[in-house]
């Protein structure tokens, strides 16, 4: 095969090209202009997320953060998305384990906009009893329907099977019985316990000049003051399951079982992360869904959807292999993925193959840079991972760098074709429904870290 | 920045557009087939869909699983799209790599195999996305929706094909599909990017200048018959959410009606978000969702307007809250909609949705990808014009012009009415 693609290092998110000033009251300000575009994009976290709400309480993290926009000291409900929405723009935070996260897009003369209201929901949220009910009953809506989707049923029955009493096993969402007794009052509490400055970054990317951004955040965020002090959001190691771990949820009525197997994967911090997210590019990415899309869909025609996806966040996220099958080639379509898995750990990729996948590695970065939202994504995820200034610069020499035998030491180092957890979830199993541990061994899963990352 | 278009066109009738966009070192290529389900009777329903499959399972030069293989290798994005209307192929490149989509492109126009293996085996895969989408409530719930709303027009089925159709489509079905709509003439190429249009089009015209021009399919369209009276659809299936669909007969994208709609879409139920790729904006200070919603009858209501070459729907979906009812809900959809059809939208209403469109436009400028997409997307219903003067005709729309198009379209006796009913099931573990 051909030579590896070469980038223009120049054009890549570097410390030239990058601003980085930290506040002093523990925030970390990143900024990257592009006047090509007539957008802005601020994106970033603030070091506060479920690990931190208890497992009677799951979805509080949640819930407080889709509450943040349902009033505030100065504005209410409906002032707030008037003034978001007549400008088309959108602001938006979601929870995560580890973090809570933020995200907003408008004209890039409306940043102003943007920061003021991003600065008054973090600051100021009121809670409104009326506004969280509201959003309660919307939220167990969803997870009414969530608790029909096979997809998100395997998802949960798999994440049981491998974290166990782990926090990974709780889903960030919640669950019906603990989002039920969710109150205002809870979310203004968890709000005023946990938010803080302390280690929260905010990136602004687009049509905007970096110093003049990095004024208007520090205009409105200085004054805001924590403790100094980051909550522990450390999580346990997990040890991989034994045996095959088996279980099937029954819904009535679907057409389609999804499968979902695998085990916990290295956190993003793992020295071998690089080299187990090529290894997962092999396995079920390159192409269409790699090799497992080769035999599962390709070859056997058994399924639309064949993958698998590599987390690699803060702690031990997990290495899965998806698929939407019909329930009766269940058994037959998590054989041919287990041979797979097999295969990976027996043999290195051959060196074209091994080509191939850093080529793609290599080449797709400027198009995963091409818009606003990409770069501010990949400067947070280089900073949320402290992965360097010049990450993306050196990406090309360190995914070149990675050889076959590195392959075969992360493949073979946490994934076991032998001791899997495999969950299902569709019409009810023709399948033999089992849950068995059998030849049980232990591998080092990591420390800590969190789930939801890209693989860069 | 964005730079010039150029139109143009073969002699074999492949239709050509060109826009310079320098501001990242790609390339999107995109070709637009005139097929899609609407060119599709019964019994072989589905097919325009399941020809886009086979499309990625080889020529004699890039055989089954090389093509996938040897455009990931490069670092590009591609995927294909079948619809009411059209199919769609692309590929966004490194921009030194763009020979090889123009080779790929020019090559699966003419030379697809469809191997009867590979067909049978992409069956399976098939009846599996179809499975996929009927674990999917408002999937069921949309297709008979359709099915009520268009009794003789094509666009009754959904695009992934009947069940039925789908076990009995044989090989010879697809490949005379493939050859009789895979021609120049049938196709618009449209490519976006980091390149100089007088080299490009030397390119083109070396990959599909010989690619013979063939006789084209002619289909006649069944217009359908003006509908006599509300339909009303339920569907029953597992679950404990309830569903509300209403469709309305929306207008095509060429007729004077639509960008009038565009703004009553936008206050009713939030700004319809037309490009294929990047998100759209929420639609909380929307007429429906603070009716609906904030009233407390149900979680959540989308709209949607589509551009189409023939009159389509405007749909409302609405997932009912658990301590409500469709009835509920449908009652208060019909009181907020006769607010519409009694009192004009306000100014401030037709200025938001400007303003928003304006922003979801300029968000889409921004990727190449989207660029090259609404390159040739407009030409499939209407031209790229529609597209650049999009803007420019949303700004002169007033809430007269609003109010006269809601009293012509939002007709009860002219709509569906779809509820998905649940069964009451619960999952167990």
Known sequence: MGQLPRLDIKTLPGPETVLRQELDNGITFLARENFSSPSVVISGYLRVGALLEGTHMAGLASMTAASLMRGTRQRKFGQIYETIESIGARLNFAAGKHSISFSAKGLAEDLGVLLDLLHEVLLTPTFPKAQVDRLRAEKLTALAIRDQETSARADLAFNQLIYADHPYAIPTEGNKETVAQLTAANARSFHRKYFSPDGMVICVVGGIKARQAANAVSRRFTSWKGNGQVPDLSVPSVSPPKGLQRTHVDLEGKSQADLVMGIPGPPRSDPDFVSAALANNILGRFGMFGRIGDIVREEAGLAYYAYSTLVGGIGPGPWQVVAGVNPSNLEKVLELIRGELSKIIKRPPDKDELDDNKANFIGRLPLQLESNEGVAGAIVNAERHSLGDDYYQKYPDLIAGVTRDDILRAAQRFIDPDNLAIASAGPPATAEKRTSSKRGRKKGAGAARKAGESQS | ?429
């Open chain 2, 1 to 429: 920045m964005s730079g010039a278009v150029l139109r143009t066109r073969l002699r074999n009738g492949l239709e050509v557009r060109l826009k310079e966009i320098h501001t990242a070192p790609l390339i999107s290529t995109w070709v637009w087939y005139r097929v899609g389900a609407r060119n599709e009777v019964p019994g072989i329903t589905g097919i325009s869909h399941w020809v886009e499959h086979m499309q990625f399972k080889g020529t004699p030069t890039f055989p089954a699983g090389t093509l996938d293989r040897a455009i990931s290798r490069e670092g590009g994005s591609w995927n294909a799209f079948t619809w009411m209307d059209w199919t769609a192929y692309f590929e966004t490149m490194p921009q030194d790599r763009v020979e090889l989509a123009l080779k790929v492109e020019a090559d699966r126009m003419q030379n697809s195999l469809f191997d009867p293996a590979e067909v049978d085996s992409e069956r399976n895969v098939i009846i599996s996305e179809r499975e996929g989408s009927e674990n999917e409530p408002t999937f069921r719930l949309s297709e008979e929706v359709h099915a009520a709303a268009f009794r003789v027009h094509p666009y009754h089925h959904m695009t992934i094909g009947d069940m039925a159709d789908l076990h009995t489509i044989k090989r010879d079905d697809l490949y005379k599909h493939y050859r009789s709509n895979y021609l120049p003439g049938n196709a618009v190429l449209a490519i976006a990017g980091n390149f100089k249009i007088s080299t490009m089009l030397r390119r083109v015209r070396k990959h599909f200048g010989p690619i013979p021009s063939g006789p084209k399919s002619e289909y006649s369209d069944r217009a359908e018959p003006e509908q006599p009276g509300e339909r009303r659809v339920t569907v029953e299936g597992p679950g404990q959410t309830a569903f509300l669909e209403l469709a309305y007969q929306g207008p095509e994208a060429t007729h004077e009606d639509f960008i009038p709609m565009a703004v009553l879409d936008s206050a009713l139920t939030g700004a319809s978000n037309l490009n294929l790729f990047g998100g759209g904006i929420s639609n909380k200070t929307s007429r429906l969702y603070t009716k609906l919603v904030e009233g407390e009858l149900a979680a959540s209501v989308v709209g949607g307007l589509a551009a189409t070459i023939h009159p389509y729907l405007y749909s409302i979906m609405a997932t009912v809250r658990p301590d409500s009812s469709p009835e509920k809900v449908l009652a208060a959809c019909d009181d907020e909609i006769q607010r519409l059809l009694d009192k004009a939208v306000t100014k401030e209403e037709v200025t938001r949705a400007i303003k928003q469109a304006k922003a979801l436009f300029a968000y889409a400028s921004e990727s190449i990808t989207n660029q090259g997409f609404w390159l040739g997307y407009s030409e499939m219903f209407a031209t790229y014009d529609w597209f650049e003067t999009y803007l420019d005709r949303l700004s002169k729309v007033t809430p007269d012009q609003v109010l006269e198009v809601a009293r012509k379209r939002l007709i009860p006796s002219r709509r569906v009415v779809g509820v998905y009913s649940p069964n009451g099931t619960t999952a167990a573990a």
